[in-house]
């Protein structure tokens, strides 16, 4: 297989956390043992918690040695009150481990303590030159070094000067180095990151049943609409337009993420008034603002806005300020609605599913 078939699988496991990992970059990581077999494939999720290369790299050493896996989950349980041990099955417990939260320090440290060269001669995949320094979590750069692996491919380097340089940690430690590799696929995942590091990225979501309804209540299945919970509860500033909120009266809140925080509200309308019994009127902690203008939206470092036809239409005339792109999540059902008409294009950046929902990012052209 080629180089570019790996870093795929990396920038594809990245793009599953897009905006989740705000105000961090999306970044995604593949591991190899030192033949070339895949071992891993792991993603940041979460600002604070594990990145991608520990995340890979733990999952790594659990896939190779269960007597690894068994003291990890051993220590984790005691440490931190959980109960992976509960969980018999080897792929199963490997899937869990995927899909949670780790603490970022314990996790590297006992990564660190116990690896036992285990990795030696492998290789990684990185979207991103791994990070050389200590911030929430500490550097990844060192981990490749330590654990012996003989090469990292890099997609895109790091320009930020307080996370570059891990470049040159590994290179001086002996690792061959390749940058570049899908370098135009690795930038469109950084994109928006880059875009609110620099002030404000913004961004349209929009649901259509299968035959392009996109009003009537309920349009997404579950896991669907908890994935659109959790960005909702990471954005600064959610943006709606008062004929939206009239007629579907949403509450617009994170009630599907656990501890989730429902965002703040700007709802754009030339119209003042509105029924107080709206339930996102309702919600407690939130602040709602009701505007003719967008400047608070300018000035937001991450902003979604919700709405279809209405914004559709603003975007295509790029009178929505910064929206070049569209999060669309669209079900496998037919709703007995009008459908959406907007002529608006479209360049396809990643697409995925939610059981037999469908959702993707796409750049508006």
């Known amino acids: 297989m080629s ?13 599953k956390y897009q905006i989740l990992t705000y105000p961090n970059p999306a970044v995604g990581c593949v591991v190899l043992d030192k033949s070339g077999k895949i071992l891993s494939i792991g993603a940041h999720k979460k600002a604070g918690f594990l990145h991608a290369e520990p995340s890979a790299i733990l999952l790594a050493l659990c896939e190779i040695s269960d007597d690894f896996l068994h003291k990890f989950i051993l220590n984790y349980d005691q440490k931190f009150n959980t109960n992976f041990l509960d969980i018999s099955d080897k792929h199963e417990l490997l899937e869990k481990l995927k899909e949670v939260y780790l603490n970022a320090v314990f996790t590297y440290d006992f990564i660190m303590q116990n690896h036992g060269d285990l990795l030696d001669g492998a290789k990684a995949y990185v979207t991103l030159e791994p990070c050389s320094h200590y911030g929430k979590t500490p550097p990844c750069a060192n981990l490749f070094v330590q654990l012996k692996f003989a090469e990292v491919v890099i997609s895109c380097e790091d320009k930020n000067k307080i996370a570059s340089g891990g470049i040159s940690i590994l290179q001086n430690a002996g690792i061959k180095v390749k940058v570049g590799v899908l370098k135009q696929d690795g930038g469109m995942l950084l994109k928006p990151f880059l875009s609110w590091q ?3 990225f913004s961004f349209l979501k929009v649901a259509l049943s299968v035959n392009g309804a996109a009003t009537g209540g309920v349009i997404s299945n579950e896991t669907s609409r908890a994935h659109m919970h959790s960005i909702r509860s990471i954005v600064d500033l959610l943006v709606i337009g008062g004929n939206t909120v009239r007629i579907d009266r949403p509450k617009l809140d994170a009630r599907l993420v656990k501890n989730g925080k429902s965002p703040n509200v700007l709802i754009f309308s030339r119209e003042q008034k509105f029924d107080e019994s709206l339930p996102l009127f309702h919600v407690k902690g939130r602040e709602v603002e009701i505007s003719n203008s967008l400047l608070r939206a300018k000035k937001s470092p991450l902003v979604m806005y919700e709405g279809a036809q209405e914004f559709l239409n603003l975007a295509k ?14 079900s496998s059902n037919f709703k007995n609605e009008p459908n959406l008409l907007s002529q608006i294009y479209l360049k396809s950046v990643f697409r995925s599913n939610f059981a037999d929902d469908s959702y993707g990012w796409y750049e508006i052209v």
Do not use: R, S, T
């Open 3 to 15: 180089d570019e078939f790996y870093m795929n699988l990396a920038l594809n496991e990245a793009w």
């Open 198 to 200: 620099e002030g404000n």
């Open 317 to 330: 005339n790029g009178a929505l300020p910064n929206v070049k792109w569209l999060l669309l999540y669209q």
